[in-house]
């Protein structure tokens, strides 16, 4: 499959007229061909009158008909083998076996969703039968199921290339519900977003899906992203990306003569949580996954451990010694852009010159113009709580180490960090009484609370939560991985007095779907 420079409106492949825009090679920065045309406002017009056209026609198909589509999607990101690996690699600077990682977890999550409409759950059906003869007041026939919001606008995602991007969770859980998808690509993925995109649209003609199921524009600037979340079509956004940007999409929705909801997943330093029994227990262990979980693909996951915090004690200085050795033997790598490298070099530079804030550790020296070097700080409680810039992201291998006296000098710091995706204790069991002191606290701060582990691996499971209060997300009731990622776009309808035949087929009395339902505070479950 051959990279043209276009984009994809419906079954239409377009060449943009708002001004050409290329791909970065991650290593060099150099320009990629071919160039892309920019697209324009009467593409992003036409991509979203086409899904408003397809909706309701696309949300009433069969579940086994949308489940299809996500497995024919899942098969083409196969068969595009080492072609889309190598674009990948060439616009990202992330190792080939990592994408490879990355393309089956985009492959399992699109199988993932398949999985769930064929299981009929999704719909939520819920039955309360007639009760004519109730006194004081018979009670209607109420039966209610979920129904997709409408059309969604997705952004592509930086830092995961193909399993937050062109066919990745929002893409995956919006096509599940019943929504049309019009993507806005990143632009540093250009032409791995034009594969992917090249792969839906063919999905979508092969198993009958209505034109305007799928869409996919490319930006200049920033004209095409807000055309998006302002026309009237559109009914929800997924985004993951940068607090900045996801604020500046949140505003634009709550403009709108009608606001709609935006799943922006935004910043989050994940503390880790360095309990003493098992600091103790286990010093070199936890130095050394702190480690290889702070420079994991440069840093550049949304779940990397950016703060620890530990009480003074022999322990944390045996921690600190192990941590630092172990650090200083990393190698840089190459970040995903250059812009991102040089905010990382920015946020290193406010670390070096905060007051109260030392170097404990640095990797090893960068060879290559866009490489980043890891780094470890530290600071004690009170400087952090006098400063508030010490929490912000730093996106990329660095990492602050918080020095708390006691117990309740942590739990004050635990109760000013802003919302976080993830928390993480490490436990032994002579930590008890501080973890269960602690966990009221965490449960409100995070999405995902971890024990013994590290958060750099997201789970693409039904119990997953990818998610978390403000600033973390837009909205701390969703997640962005997961199973549930689905009721995002999805809404309850209820139905009262409807004659069995006019009723949707998952709330009709025979059950044809044989799918489970609630009826009169019932499971059934066939």
């Known amino acids: 499959m051959q990279i043209l420079g276009e984009t994809i409106i419906g079954q239409r492949a377009v060449r943009g007229q708002a001004g050409e825009v290329s791909a970065l090679a991650a290593t060099t920065g150099e320009q990629l ?3 892309f045309g920019a697209s324009t406002a009467q593409d992003v017009d036409a991509a979203c009158e086409l899904a408003e056209a397809s909706f309701d026609r696309y949300r009433q198909l069969g579940d086994e008909q949308r489940a299809v589509f996500l497995d024919a999607i899942a098969q083409g990101l196969l068969e595009l083998g080492d072609t889309l690996i190598e674009r990948v690699h060439l616009e990202s600077g992330l190792p080939k076996p990592r994408l490879e990682g990355e393309r089956m977890r985009t492959v399992n999550q699109l199988k993932l969703f398949a999985s769930l409409l064929r299981d009929g759950r999704w719909h939520g059906a819920v039955i309360d039968t ?4 109730r006194q004081p007041l018979p ?6 199921r979920r129904i997709a919001v409408g059309p969604v606008a997705v952004f592509g995602a930086s830092n995961f290339p193909l399993a937050f991007s062109v066919a ?23 032409g791995t977003s034009e594969l992917v995109a090249r792969v839906i649209q063919k999905a979508a003609k092969d198993t009958g899906m209505p034109e305007g199921v799928f869409s996919m524009l490319i930006d200049k600037d920033i004209a095409v992203g807000q055309g998006l979340v302002s026309h009237p079509a559109v009914q929800a956004v997924g985004f993951t990306g940068s607090r900045r940007g996801g604020l500046a999409l949140v505003a634009a929705a709550q403009a709108r003569p009608v606001p709609i909801p935006v799943y922006a997943e935004m910043s989050s330093i994940n503390p880790v949580f360095l309990l003493p029994a098992a600091l103790s227990a286990r010093t070199e262990n936890i130095a050394r996954g702190f480690v290889d979980s702070l420079v994991l693909g440069a840093g550049q996951f949304c779940t990397n451990p950016g703060i620890l915090l530990a009480l003074e004690s022999d322990a ?8 630092a050795t172990a650090l200083s033997d990393k190698a840089p790598s190459t970040m995903l852009t250059p812009n991102i490298h040089g905010a990382y070099c920015n946020g290193l530079n406010n670390l070096h010159k905060a007051a109260g804030v030392t170097l404990v550790a640095e990797g090893r020296e960068a060879e290559g113009a866009f490489q980043a070097k890891p780094a470890f700080f530290r600071t004690d409680s009170a400087t952090f709580l006098a400063n508030p810039g010490l929490e912000d992201e730093n996106f990329g291998p660095s990492a602050l180490l918080i020095v708390c006296k006691d117990a309740a000098d942590l739990q004050k710091v635990a109760a000013k960090f802003d919302g976080q995706l993830t928390v993480t204790l490490h436990y032994d069991e002579g ?4 973890a269960q002191a602690l ?4 449960e409100r701060k995070a999405g995902r609370i971890l024990f013994n582990d590290w958060p750099t691996g997201v789970e693409v499971s039904y119990s997953m939560v990818h998610g978390g209060p403000f600033p973390a997300t837009s909205d701390s009731r969703s997640t962005s991985v997961g199973a549930t990622a689905i009721d995002r776009f999805l809404r309850p309808v209820c139905y ?31």
Not at 130 to 133: C, K, N, R, V
Not at 139 to 144: G, H, I, N, P, T
Not at 500 to 516: C, I, R, S
């Open 33 to 35: 061909t071919p160039s």
């Open 130 to 133: 007639a009760l004519p003869d």
């Open 139 to 144: 009670r209607a026939d109420l039966r209610q």
């Open 168 to 190: 990745g969770g929002d893409t995956a859980s919006a096509l599940a519900a019943g929504c049309p998808v019009i993507v806005k690509a990143h632009p540093a993925h250009l």
């Open 316 to 323: 944390l200085e045996r921690f600190v010694s192990a941590a």
């Open 431 to 434: 930590d008890n009484a501080i």
């Open 439 to 442: 966990l009221p606290t965490l």
């Open 496 to 526: 009262q007095n409807v004659p069995d035949a006019l009723l949707p087929p998952a709330l009709q009395q025979g059950n044809p779907l044989h799918t489970w339902r609630l009826v009169n505070g019932q499971l059934i479950t066939d």
